[in-house]
């Protein structure tokens, strides 16, 4: 079944939005199956957004993701990559439905508290960069059978 990496940026840490961001996720009904908080180095920083190696906002990106705690999560569940993303919004926080994560918590694009694979395969790279497979947790929630017919 499929797995997203998602993550609190600095900002969305320093503004206390850890626990509504990942209620938001369980409340849909998705398995919190990977947690932690630390602050990223350079080198994870720049391998997470390698993608982005050489755009002019590329340095900025790095210095704001490593200037404080992040909380890197990873949720499993039907579609999670692709709701995840819905549910977090646009990149410009201004341009984003009232109900995304981005748009109920934020304006400027640099500071937009969170992170969401955009693909199956970012995700899968991603949880593999963050986590190791014995902090990822295999378990079956009661409610399963209540979330999925
Ligand atoms: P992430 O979930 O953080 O990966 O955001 P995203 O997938 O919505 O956007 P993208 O991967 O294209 O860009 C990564 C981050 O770089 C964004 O969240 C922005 O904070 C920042 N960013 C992207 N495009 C620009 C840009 O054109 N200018 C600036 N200043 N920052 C940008
Ligand atoms: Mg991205």
Same mark, same amino acid.
């Given at each position: 079944?499929?797995?997203s990496?998602?993550?609190?940026?600095?900002?969305?840490?320093?503004?206390?939005?850890?626990? =509504?961001?990942?209620?938001? $996720?369980?409340?849909?009904?998705?398995? +919190?199956?990977?947690?932690? %908080?630390?602050?990223?180095?350079? @080198?994870?920083?720049?391998?997470?957004?390698?993608?982005? =190696?050489?755009?002019?906002? $590329?340095?900025?990106?790095?210095?704001? +993701?490593?200037?404080?705690? %992040?909380?890197?999560?990873?949720? @499993?569940?039907?579609?999670v990559v692709?709701t995840g993303r819905?549910m977090?919004?646009?990149?410009?926080?201004?341009?984003?439905?009232?109900?995304?994560?981005?748009?109920?918590?934020?304006?400027?694009?640099?500071?937009?508290?969170?992170?969401g694979?955009?693909?199956?395969?970012?995700?899968?790279?991603?949880?593999?960069?963050?986590?190791?497979?014995?902090?990822?947790?295999?378990?079956?929630?009661?409610?399963?059978?209540?979330?999925?017919?």
């Open positions: 079944t499929e797995r990496f998602i993550m609190v940026k600095p900002d969305g840490v320093h503004r206390g939005l850890v626990g =509504d961001i990942i209620k938001r $996720f369980e409340q849909r009904g998705y398995k +919190l199956v990977g947690c932690k %908080v630390l602050v990223p180095s350079r @080198e994870l920083a720049a391998k997470h957004y390698a993608e982005h =190696d050489g755009k002019p906002f $590329f340095p900025k990106l790095v210095d704001f +993701l490593t200037s404080g705690a %992040v909380v890197a999560l990873v949720f @499993e569940g039907k579609d692709k819905t977090i919004g646009a990149t410009n926080p201004l341009a984003s439905p009232p109900g995304t994560i981005r748009a109920d918590f934020g304006i400027d694009m640099g500071r937009n508290i969170i992170h694979s955009d693909s199956v395969e970012s995700a899968m790279r991603e949880i593999a960069l963050w986590f190791r497979a014995d902090e990822l947790a295999d378990y079956t929630p009661v409610a399963t059978a209540w979330i999925y017919e």
